[in-house]
């Protein structure tokens, strides 16, 4: 089994200011990572995944996130904010196996971008 | 990446009609995967359309309720039937990446709003 707990549904920073979103994760397999964003009215982008390779992951738009094993965390990054990224982001895990291809989604943080 | 089409993007509907939601893929695919996304919510899985053969459903979604059709790599329907405002949700198709990465992309969502 496993599932994703994303801390705070609501982040909001100024623009130029760092982003940090939170994601923890559980799995009972060493699992695969990712973070999705999604516009208001439009579908999900991937940002970014992690699969095992290495535990600091660059994206796309600047973001990045660090797989931490001892944490059981995945927390999304970006050292500057900018006024386009305000949009809801989703951080995801699936397993391996007979878990392939499954998405289990967290809760979602809606980041709001101050000018 | 595969470029994913949904039809309808939207649908108004009324209680206790059915509605078929679209999903064309641009090249083959093995893995078609459907999500629904209600207000507010993040999302969950409803079903894996397996090409060929019946669709394996998770947890609370049924057959009967949610149909799927996967006749080949590059397309796959559910329908939602009988429905009722609970029902009301955005629903996405997924299709599988490179298996080595296990990386999804989404169509763009089809919203449905049942009266």
């Known amino acids: 089994a496993q599932s994703v707990t994303q801390l705070g549904s609501h982040v909001s920073v100024s623009e130029g200011a760092l982003v940090l979103l939170r994601c923890n994760y559980s799995?009972?397999?060493?699992?695969?990572l990712f973070w999705y964003v999604q516009y208001p009215n439009q579908g999900l982008q991937l940002l970014l995944k992690y699969t095992s390779a290495a535990t600091l992951v660059k994206g796309i738009n600047g973001f990045e996130a660090e797989f931490k094993k001892s944490e059981t965390s995945f927390h999304l990054t970006k050292p500057s904010a900018h006024m386009s990224d305000a949009a809801e982001y989703f951080c995801a895990v699936s397993g391996r196996g007979t878990s392939y291809g499954k998405l289990t989604f967290g809760q979602g943080t809606i980041l709001t971008v101050h000018p | 990446s595969a470029v994913i089409s949904q039809k309808p993007s939207r649908d108004i509907c009324q209680r206790g009609t059915s509605l078929t939601i679209q999903c064309q893929v641009d090249?083959?695919?093995?893995?078609m995967f459907w999500y629904r996304q209600q207000p507010g919510q993040s999302l969950t899985l409803i079903a894996t359309?397996?090409?060929?053969?019946?669709?394996?459903?998770e947890s609370g979604f049924v057959i009967d309720k949610f149909p799927i059709s996967r006749p080949n790599l590059t397309f796959s329907t559910l329908t939602v039937s009988n429905m009722s405002p609970e029902d009301s949700s955005i629903y996405l198709c997924s299709v599988g990446g490179r298996i080595a990465s296990n990386e999804q992309f989404f169509g763009p969502g089809t919203r449905l709003t049942v009266l």
């Open positions: 090249s083959q695919v093995t893995m």
């Open positions: 799995s009972s397999v060493p699992p695969y």
């Open positions: 359309a397996n090409q060929g053969s019946e669709a394996t459903y």
